[in-house]
């Protein structure tokens, strides 16, 4: 089955900018999708199809995706972005959602 | 306004079973796939099952295969799962999304299940 592999934290200052990876086999040729978790929250969809945004997420949220890594992007970073992200494809092989294990985002 | 509600949620003991319910509103429901995503205490999302508009496909998450069934009534706009042979590992907070074939768009809030004698 396939796998993602995302690293269990990242941290960074006020301001600055948080980048979020997301490896997988060839996940390039794949679309990925990320969630932002907050404590008690259910998750929010922040970017689809690779780099897309929903309506309500800020500018500020960019995805990009090559070869062996996709990348969520986060410039400016805000107190209010701490969160759990997760990044998710679609296996269209077995037809199944994978999900990456997600990363804590912490806000120093 | 998208609205997805779960409920059936509670407390069972091991082999148990459970039903959980998913209310969808503020969309045409029969219009889209529907997935049930978990997520244990303290760990990571997990894709539980997900199933076709008409409900003539059904996908499975392989630890639940032949002890979850996944539906659909387009007619009351409500998504169901069916849990039986409850184990203390599918004790989670179950989530139900609608499911763009292939990521999604909105979530419930979740109802949370706990296997413990």
């Known amino acids: 089955s396939y796998v993602l592999t995302q690293p269990p934290s990242v941290s960074v200052a006020p301001g600055k900018t948080a980048r979020i990876t997301c490896g997988g086999n060839?996940?390039?040729?794949?679309?990925v999708h990320w969630y932002q978790q907050k404590p008690g929250q259910a998750p929010v969809l922040v970017i689809y199809?690779?780099?897309d945004r929903p309506s309500g997420i800020p500018e500020r949220f960019s995805g990009s995706n090559s070869g062996n890594t996709a990348t969520l992007t986060i410039s400016r970073v805000e107190a209010g972005d701490e969160a759990d992200y997760y990044c998710?494809?679609?296996?269209?092989?077995?037809?199944?959602?994978?999900f990456g294990g997600g990363t804590k985002l912490t806000v120093l | 306004e998208v609205q997805l509600v779960e409920s059936g949620g509670g407390l069972v003991q091991p082999g148990g079973s459970l039903r959980l319910s998913c209310a969808a509103s503020?969309?045409?429901?029969?219009?889209?796939?529907m997935s049930w995503v978990r997520q244990a205490p303290g760990k990571g999302l997990e894709w539980v099952a997900n199933?076709?508009?008409?409900?003539?496909?059904?996908y499975y998450v392989d630890s639940v295969k032949g002890r979850f069934t996944i539906s659909r009534d387009n007619a009351k706009n409500s998504l169901y799962l069916q849990m039986n042979s409850l184990r203390a590992e599918d004790t989670a907070v179950y989530y139900c999304?609608?499911?763009?074939?292939?990521?999604?768009?909105?979530w419930g809030q979740g109802t949370l299940v706990t296997v413990s004698s």
């Open positions: 503020g969309f045409t429901f029969s219009s889209y796939w």
């Open positions: 999304a609608r499911d763009r074939r292939g990521w999604y768009d909105y």
């Open positions: 060839n996940i390039g040729s794949k679309s």
């Open positions: 199809y690779d780099s």
């Open positions: 998710q494809v679609w296996d269209s092989s077995s037809d199944h959602m994978v």
């Open positions: 199933i076709k508009q008409d409900g003539s496909e059904k």
